[in-house]
């Protein structure tokens, strides 16, 4: 279903195909969101450089996999890809990066994720590195709640104000306002260790870890989070202006 009106001279034949086969979101979207997506694939694929690292060969279904994640986190922001404009390329590993040595920490302005094993990372004004198995994962098993993918290209989106603090751009004063209450509530909860089952405890790490480990579980588990946590479901839904909880309730009842 869905075929689209227009062909994609750029993106393999089958791109549709691979989407929906290691895509769980896709299935969600009406016909106008996946013709939104299409071209966003599609100008990530062609405008940002893909490197594999460590002998890792890329293939049209990691290019395609990757570029839908995060394709699907700025589906509704007037931005469209300029969100990403600072994503210069996306370095994919093979699977999880093992660091033996972290005593020197990260540059200034990189967030590292995942301690010793690193599942990916982004960097303020650098590239945003992939582990490719934790992305496959991510998208095929939305319900794990983890997904590597939204996590650091939303490390990208907070880091479009010049900061990485766990807040991205908002349209005026008291949306921010309503933001940082929100998000400093539920991040004490969690260091606290009342943050409840969906939000891994790794947000605790600092505001910007709350904010991507909090865009997995928007994502990944929207009525879970809307149920549990309604005012953090709120706050991702107006920043991201996407309701994923209502987008599966109406995909399960189309079905
Ligand atoms: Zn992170």
Redesign the pocket.
Known sequence: MGLFRRRRAVLADDWEAIVERAVAHWAHLDDDERDQMADLIEGLVTTKRWEAAQGFELTDEVRTVIAAQAALLVLGLDAGLDAYHDVGSVIVHPSTMRFRELAEGPAAGT???GDVDLL?Q?SYGGPVVIAWDAARRGARHPEHGHDVVL??FA?KLDMLDHLVDGTPPLPDADARQRWIDVCTRELELLRAGEGGHLLDP?GATNP??FF??ATEVFFSRPEELERHKPELYDVLRAFYRQDPAERVRRHRFER
């Open positions: 967030v590292v994720d990916g982004a996590h650091e490390h790794y910007a870890e991507a480990v």
